[in-house]
């Protein structure tokens, strides 16, 4: 499984962008997927994940109200809709498809990661 992500870019604050995360198989569908970020010099954390449907989403608290997760599982894709973005979030956003179907803030459990896209947001 090969993820492609992509829609990162610059922006300015309060702005928004919509990162989408593209799956080579159709081993998609039904497996839970997540966007983590890392910063320079900083660790790698957890942003939000979806389950293998749809149904379940969670979001960590720093983004929580202004980022929605979401998937089209006929399209193999899944989407993370950033709004009032801000400086904080400037960082490299990464896709990853997990190993079971329920929705997982531990970057561990995921078997497969994309590339990044990377997001700047301007003050």
């Known amino acids: 499984v090969q993820l492609q992500a992509s829609g990162g870019g610059l922006v300015q604050a309060g702005g928004s962008l919509r990162l989408s995360c593209a799956a080579s198989?159709?081993?998609?569908?039904?497996?839970?997927m997540g966007w983590f970020r890392q910063a320079s010099g900083k660790e790698r954390e957890f942003i939000a994940t979806?389950?293998?449907?749809?149904?379940?989403?969670r979001y960590a608290d720093s983004v929580k109200g202004r980022f929605t997760i979401s998937r089209d599982n006929t399209k193999n894709t899944m989407f993370l809709q950033m709004n009032n973005l801000k400086p904080e979030d400037t960082s490299l956003y990464y896709c990853?498809?997990?190993?079971?179907?329920?929705?997982?803030?531990?970057?561990?459990?995921?078997?497969?990661w994309g590339q990044g896209t990377q997001v700047t947001v301007s003050s």
């Open positions: 198989a159709r081993t998609f569908s039904g497996y839970a």
């Open positions: 979806i389950s293998g449907f749809g149904s379940s989403t």
């Open positions: 990853a498809r997990g190993s079971g179907s329920s929705v997982d803030r531990n970057p561990e459990t995921y078997i497969y």
